[in-house]
């Protein structure tokens, strides 16, 4: 077996800004993701996940930059990225997108059925955060994974609104070995948390899709 190589696993920073109009109505939007939070009329948020080491322990507080992590079989690493609606926001709708690479690595590791998140992420509540799909897109060699929270929010005029982490950590299957293990060298894990108001919408499918547009 090969000598183990650091593998790196990031929460990547992209600014996604992404504003709505329908007619002559435009949405209050707002996308969150590590470093950069944009805000878009009355609906802000911002997201974030705990301090660790390489190791996956923690080390203090909360940080919108993200992590590294050296991955080894069998061990477990805290990661529990987190959406936080601003005080004075509008009632809005919350979802995050996972995105990881190395899909076709990954799916062969997998094997026969391909990557299963709950394979990797450990803690997903699904009454607090509703898994909704997945999008591949092949050329990119990525996979994207849609999560919802079950119901609208909205915080108080003078508190901001701590929402459930969408899970508490990652585990790397004891089964993986080291070949496998640098075939996913570049690993990447996106975390993108994106906000829109529920006033003017029938249901949260309907803000979604406006959302999209």
């Known amino acids: 077996m090969k000598k183990l190589k650091p593998i790196v696993v990031l929460l990547s920073a992209v600014l996604l800004v992404a504003a709505t109009i329908l007619g002559t109505v435009?949405?209050?939007?707002d996308t969150?993701?590590?470093?950069?939070?944009f805000t878009v009329g009355n609906v802000k948020i911002k997201l974030d996940e705990s301090v660790?080491?390489?190791?996956?322990?923690?080390t203090g507080g909360r940080d919108e930059k993200g992590n590294e992590y050296h991955l080894v079989p069998g061990q477990s690493y805290t990661k529990d990225p987190m959406v936080t609606v601003l005080k004075g926001s509008e009632e809005t709708y919350v979802r995050m997108i996972v995105t990881l690479n190395c899909s076709k690595e990954l799916d062969a590791i997998f094997a026969p059925n391909g990557a299963?998140?709950?394979?990797?992420?450990?803690?997903f509540d699904n009454t607090k955060w509703t898994y909704i799909g997945v999008t591949r897109d092949d050329a990119a060699n990525t996979v994207s994974y849609e999560f919802r929270y079950y119901t609208s929010?909205?915080?108080?005029?003078?508190?901001?609104?701590?929402l459930e982490p969408l899970f508490n950590s990652i585990?790397?299957?004891?089964?993986i070995t080291?070949?496998?293990?640098?075939?996913?060298?570049d690993l990447e894990i996106s975390v993108e948390a994106h906000a829109i108001q529920a006033s003017g919408f029938d249901n949260a499918a309907a803000a979604w899709a406006a959302f999209t547009k």
């Open 26 to 29: 435009a949405y209050l939007t």
């Open 32 to 37: 969150s993701e590590v470093v950069n939070t």
């Open 52 to 58: 660790v080491d390489k190791n996956g322990n923690p």
């Open 116 to 123: 299963v998140l709950t394979d990797i992420f450990v803690g």
């Open 153 to 162: 929010v909205k915080p108080a005029a003078d508190a901001d609104l701590e």
């Open 171 to 175: 585990k790397v299957p004891t089964f």
């Open 178 to 185: 080291g070949e496998q293990l640098e075939t996913i060298k």
